[in-house]
């Protein structure tokens, strides 16, 4: 059921929508287009009543617009147009629209758009390629507009004339797409593909652990089985420890900043995209001191700038920076980051949400780092990870509970509930990590990105130093980003390209981070070229 404003859209099934339907036909054709006889009961069922599936709007209970759909022969056509198959493409499997309806008190509200989205959600899953209609005359403007095309005579009596008009799907979801998002494949499935920063695509054994029955976080065999899980993904990442909480990769970056914030000295935080500018708000909001250190978007840190600037600012005690900046792709260089800290006896915290397991990364020589379930690692989201190489000690006076790393650390990391469903599902996924998907996936990105680059797309950020788990393109003037993903998102192929950092900049994102398949990939070049094809 979609909601547009306080107008409900949605398939009739029940008696009292059937009854409002019965009563807006009778309106509609009986007594403002006199197609039909008047009656005392005010009601008019339609005769394909019983084979109707029909699309409505409710403000409230009230019906307020309709539109009847029926792919069962004969049509309503067939009678008006005795030779109709003609006009009909072979092996075609049709659908006739019929009595759209608006109560004239709305009609100013675009009721129509939302009749059409229910429209194309059931075609969508009933697979029709052709709809037929009778077409008032005097509104063929409008499903010209639309794309219908006019065959056959006109039909129907002096008082109700009407030109039988039809419309294929591929026009369907080009001229519709203008009016309203239409999914090609149906709500609620597994996307064809999936390219988004995350959710991710998973495994289904990982799907698997999570569906399992709850389990108390304080059963024994819980307990033993989260210590592995900690114990993996430290060996896995070379972390000293690792506390797990409930809650998205933002609350993992908060734990941080209430870490540095314990540290009571200045720091700087390094800036080249979108997360970069986040670290800045979790620092501001968490009162730290700091100096700002930025590189234009997609672009590389000058690391030599930064040196001087530590030099001149000895009273720092550590840098906060994106492993990987998604909002471009950008891979900082962390070694070297490492080093700079290690001269200058600095504290490094990483946000690593979108390189850890997309990248190797090595956590040796940082004093903390953020991470996620829902992205490197192709889990479910919902489960924020810190990293960290010291003993963490809780600070009661100073952090809340549920942030307060040392608080966890205390308690051997379940100091609260925490969902089983996405621990297990986390660990089973991190169980089907292999080193050599390192090597794979840089492969795999290095051939798309070559295949971008000969279809005409332009490659965003400096590609010598960029992530194989994110490509960026900037679409060309003209081109809008927004059109090109909601038209791959009809296709059931997910992008990210919704984000305003996105929009602003025209561009879309293609995102190697769960476990596509290979064929997947190799159809994308292929797939934004017809979407933009379309949209040219």
Avoid at 14 to 32: P, V
Wanted: charged share 20%.
């Amino acid at each position: 059921m979609n909601t547009r404003i306080d107008l409900t859209y949605k398939v009739a099934d029940n008696e009292a929508e059937f009854d409002q339907i019965h009563r807006l036909n009778y309106r509609t054709f009986a007594e403002e287009i006199p197609q039909h006889q008047t009656n005392p009961t005010k009601k008019l069922v339609d005769r394909f009543h019983a084979v109707n599936t029909y699309a409505i709007c409710l403000h409230g209970e009230k019906l307020v617009g309709m539109l009847a759909m029926n792919d069962k022969r004969p049509f309503s056509l067939d009678q008006k147009l005795p030779d109709l198959e003609r006009y009909i493409p072979v092996q075609s499997k049709p659908v006739e629209v019929r009595l759209l309806a608006v109560e004239p008190a709305y009609r100013h509200r675009r009721i129509f758009p939302g009749l059409l989205k229910v429209l194309a959600k059931l075609g969508a899953e009933q697979g029709w390629d052709l709809a037929l209609i009778s077409g008032v005359i005097s509104q063929l403007r409008l499903y010209s507009h639309i794309g219908f095309i006019p065959f056959g005579p006109e039909v129907g009596s002096n008082g109700a004339r009407f030109q039988p008009m039809q419309l294929t799907l591929k026009t369907f979801r080009e001229k519709l797409s203008r009016l309203v998002p239409i999914p090609r494949f149906v709500p609620g499935e597994k996307p064809l593909f999936n390219f988004l920063p995350g959710p991710v695509a998973i495994s289904e054994l990982t799907k698997e652990a999570f569906t399992g029955e709850p389990t108390s976080h304080r059963s024994a065999q819980f307990v033993a089985d989260f210590h592995s899980l900690q114990t993996h993904l430290c060996k896995l990442f070379n972390s000293s420890h690792v506390e797990i909480f409930t809650g998205s990769g933002t609350l993992a970056n908060d734990v941080v900043a209430g870490q540095l914030a314990l540290l009571g000295k200045p720091g700087v935080i390094l800036v080249n995209g979108e997360f970069g500018e986040r670290l800045l708000d979790h620092a501001r909001r968490w009162g730290l001191t700091f100096k700002v250190f930025r590189s234009e978007w997609g672009e590389c840190f000058d690391l030599q700038r930064l040196e001087r600037l530590l030099k001149r600012n000895n009273e720092v005690g550590w840098i906060w920076q994106v492993h990987c900046e998604t909002s471009s792709g950008i891979l900082n260089d962390l070694e070297q980051m490492k080093h700079i800290c290690k001269r200058h006896q600095l504290k490094l915290a990483i946000d690593a949400m979108s390189s850890l397991n997309i990248v190797p990364v090595d956590l040796r020589g940082v004093y903390l780092a953020s991470a996620t379930s829902g992205k490197g690692l192709a889990s479910i989201p919902g489960l924020a990870l810190v990293f960290y190489n010291h003993m963490a000690r809780p600070a009661p006076k100073r952090l809340p509970r549920t942030l307060d790393l040392g608080y966890y650390a205390r308690n051997d990391g379940i100091p609260f509930t925490i969902s089983s469903n996405l621990v297990y599902s986390l660990q089973e996924a991190i169980q089907q990590i292999h080193q050599h998907d390192y090597s794979h996936r840089l492969s795999i990105a290095k051939k798309i990105k070559e295949e971008l680059s000969l279809a005409g797309f332009e490659l965003f950020g400096d590609q010598n130093h960029s992530s194989p788990g994110v490509i960026t393109i900037r679409l060309q003037d003209g081109i809008s980003s927004l059109k090109v993903g909601e038209l791959l998102e009809m296709e059931g192929c997910w992008i990210s390209y919704r984000s305003q950092y996105l929009v602003r900049r025209n561009l879309v994102q293609v995102c190697i981070m769960g476990k596509q398949l290979v064929a997947s990939l190799e159809k994308l070049p292929l797939l934004l070229k017809s979407a933009i094809d379309r949209i040219s």
